[in-house]
């Protein structure tokens, strides 16, 4: 992760709104689980010059890092938008990967064409636990197609998904992250000191924090 990219990335996000920060009103994702933090990185393909910033940098990334692959790969389904300017970019075939087999029709995990052997680059949106994308590594290597790695446009950077994705032996390059956002916010004053100090505890233990007592 290059400094000057992720300080960049991260303040374009909290610009247009894509990450919002309430740590004395705290979110409550699908999981369950209380946060300070909200994502929303789709919002910037409503914003063409940070779109395409993003797009030059994922690009930049996959060539710097893992060369040509034969395919680029999106998660569903929030980074379907962004593998798809990626693989155009590239001159590349892209595919997306379903989070469950489609239920009607040839019931597909993946959609589009891939073949065994094939190399892959999976492209995602944002990493919180790593389960999602992780479904996505399984369903290619199951069809024969061989991963290079995974590129995302942030993550929480949670000690749990990066256990997890440590252990499917994936190499995973993220364009931006949660300590940088964290930093940028407290020297912007977007954030004070204290609540500063709540957001970096909570990422420490996401599932067990309650929120501002």
């Given amino acids: ?7 960049k990335i991260a303040e374009f996000l909290l610009q247009i709104k894509a990450i919002k920060l309430q740590p004395d009103e705290p979110f409550t994702w699908v999981s369950g689980w209380k946060s300070p933090i909200y994502c929303d990185n ?7 010059k940070i779109r395409t910033y993003i797009r030059q940098e994922l690009v930049k990334t996959i060539e710097e890092k893992f060369g040509r692959p034969d395919i ?4 569903a389904t929030a980074a379907i938008a962004q593998g798809v300017l990626v693989a155009e970019a590239m001159g590349l075939p892209f595919v997306y990967v379903r989070p469950s087999p489609k239920e009607h029709g040839r019931k597909n995990l993946i959609e589009g064409e891939v ?3 094939q190399s892959a680059v999976v492209i995602e949106d944002l990493i919180s636990t790593g389960k999602s994308s992780l479904l996505a590594v399984d369903a290619l290597r199951e069809s024969k197609v061989i991963v290079k790695g995974m590129v995302s446009i942030f993550t929480y950077g949670f000690p749990i998904a990066s256990e997890m994705i440590q252990k499917a032996g994936i190499t995973y390059y993220p364009l931006t992250d949660y300590p940088t956002l964290i930093q940028l916010a407290a020297e912007k004053q977007i954030i004070s000191s204290d609540q500063q100090e709540i957001l970096l505890k909570w990422q420490t233990d996401p599932a067990g924090w309650k929120g501002v007592l």
């Fill in 72 to 75: 680029i790969a999106g998660v």
């Fill in 42 to 48: 789709r919002i910037a393909l409503s914003h063409p």
């Fill in 115 to 117: 073949h065994p052997s």
């Fill in 1 to 7: 992760m290059k400094e000057y990219t992720a300080s």
